[in-house]
């Protein structure tokens, strides 16, 4: 409930003019969130993308006696699925953790109280530019994450299994429907993992203790977020696509 | 010029940060090869306190087990949809609980559990042991003649072993239940014949597998979380930088492992 | 006997013991007085091996305490007990398990057994009915009351207190002074006290050794002290705020 609040709050704050005001801490919020996960997202996309390619091969191997289809199944189950919803939770680990830790301490050491005796608002200064930074930036780590994941993927089916590149990379099966469906996915994690995760920060008390708390809280209650979130969005791309 | 320069000098930054960051990741290996050195040692004799053990156990179990069991049961539906669309085209239901099974048991059951694991336990024991070491309570052990590895360090990490391997035997069958659920609600497959093509596919090799994938990442997990709690400096803001470093090597330790596992075990 | 011999530390460029030597003998009280950062409780840790020198030796009897590893530390430290600052209980156990911590662990007592043994060290401090709280539940001078219980648990021949005195109450201090005292007297426990608390200083202790910009700036009784007339040393035992005394800009 206080979640949605903060939710309904930061709209609010934003229509009134907030990310104007503070194009730096905006600019500054997008670099952190951003550009400062792109290792992280590389490493980990690219190594899911090379596990998945390898284990659906030793299976299809069995099964079938050609991989033409593995290629362009592979790609859009990573467009649909996999770029989105592990780039996510890579981003609810990395950034909502940050967030909550960042916050946290400034609940701690009264910053967040001197705040509001500036009469500032600290949904205002401090979640309308992390939840805009990561709206954005969750939708374009979503989107490189999932390049790297099938280039990773083409990599061991090249050399491993010796799949010609443009059998590989091939976007037969990728329709208009996986494409609204990943970037849907990549929004709504967007929104949900700041959200989660300032709240967690906003709610610290006690000491160093409580930082620890919040930040742990911010990590599972963003990644669960993602998690049915990603449930929610598969079930109705599903259930639309059946309807055809 | 001065844009040639600014070019230059942009350049040679951006080549001193990648140094810089290759450096501290070696750092950061050479750190968590000796801590796990420690650890292996703190296990010779094998003499656990029981208390701290039992307290270990205790806490990873009662904190994990509904998140896991949670995570498990979406998990196990979002495959089932996904592998749905694919047969709901072709029109070859039979083959959903073989892949939605696979897909599960194989790699993203033990891959989102133990993601769920390091949020919750693994951060939980980074800001537990980070809180010890800023508030001085690891040199109170050590003042007290307490060696914190064998006390401290040693049960924690014994217990994230063992939970995680019984977190991911438990929460791979939610998982196929989930799925079964989402297979009638949503592909008209009854349940029970969700799971007789799962029983079918016979799968026992690809449960071992996330198994065995289970206990690596609750290892990793437990070093990780380990390492980032005693390392910790700074106060209140020390403590909640350590866990947020700690889950995200924890989450590049569970990709990577699992990567290694996924190899070794095909190969051997 | 306890003897520092040319302790040299530095932390970064800041150099905060620059050649202390201590003698304490058997005993005897000895009070470490100076401002706040002045290196008393960088100089005690030594004792101990929680921090480790940059040059000079520690003796305690006839154990060189700088050279040994981590491990050949410990039969030290059940000598050596310590009363930390804070207290530092810990948090996740009760009153009664933080004391029965070293019985279980190097007397070899079960947990019952130890259970009993610290029930009566506790009613000897005076925290028999609180027991079964958490650290968390008490009041700073009960705490310390329990820190300096565990500590002594060991029967150790020697005691560091950090700043046993310093935010409790008048009442709880002056307990916290005499069992110090009696400590020294009953037992001949040599105690190393860490203070800046005047009203203390110069009811309990034996001896004084002031530390000043990295050096003992005076070392003697308390009648010495008195009598002094080094101007930093007056100007610090009469608490007053302007003085010659040159304040260290980092804690």
Known sequence: MAALRLFRDTWRWTFRGSLRRQSGPFARQLYEVGNRSVVFITVTLGVLGMISVFQVLIQVERILPEFSVVGPAFIQTMVREFAPTIAGLMIATRVGSGIAAEIGSMVVTEQVDALRLCNADPIDYLVVPRFWACVIQTVLLSVYGGLVGVCAGAVVAHYAWEIPWGTF????LVGYSDVTSGLWKAAAYGMAIPIAASQAGLETSGGSEGVGTATTRAVVNASFCVVVLDFIISGLSFMLLLGK | MNVLAWAGSAIASGIRDVGRSAISVLEELGALTILSGRIFRSFIPPTLDGRETWRAFYKVGVKSYAIVVMTAMFTGAIMVIQAGQFVAKASATSFVGWAAGFAVLAEIGPVLIGLMFSGRVGANNTAELGTMVVTEQVDALRALAIEPMHYLVAPRVLAMVVMLFLLTALGDLFALLGGAITSEL???????????QVVDANLVDEYLLGLVKGSVFGLSIAIVSCHFGLTVSGGAVGVGRAVNNAVVVAAIGIFVTDLAVGLTWNFL | ?????????AFGPHKVLDDVSLTVPKGQILFIIGTSGAGKSVLVKHLVGLIRPDAGRIYLDDVEVTSLSEMALY????????VFQHSTLFDSMTLLENVALPLRKHKGLSTKQAGVDAMRRLEQVGMAEESGQFPADIGDGLRKRVAIARALTLD????????????????AAESVDSLIRELSDRFQVTSIVVSHDLRSIFKVADRIAMLYQGKVLLDGSPADFRATTDPVVRQFIEGRPEGPMVFPRKS
Not at chain 3, 1 to 9: A, E, H, L, Y
Not at chain 3, 76 to 81: G, I, Y
Not at chain 3, 156 to 171: R, S
């Open chain 1, 169 to 172: 990379f091939s976007l037969n």
């Open chain 2, 186 to 196: 949503l592909l008209d497959v009854p349940m029970r014949v969700f799971i007789q």
């Open chain 3, 1 to 9: 006997m306890i003897s520092f011999q040319n302790i040299v530390k």
């Open chain 3, 75 to 82: 039969p030290v430290r059940k000598r050596c007990a310590m």
């Open chain 3, 156 to 171: 150790p021949e020697y005691v560091i207190f950090d700043e046993p005195t310093t935010g409790l109450d008048p009442m």
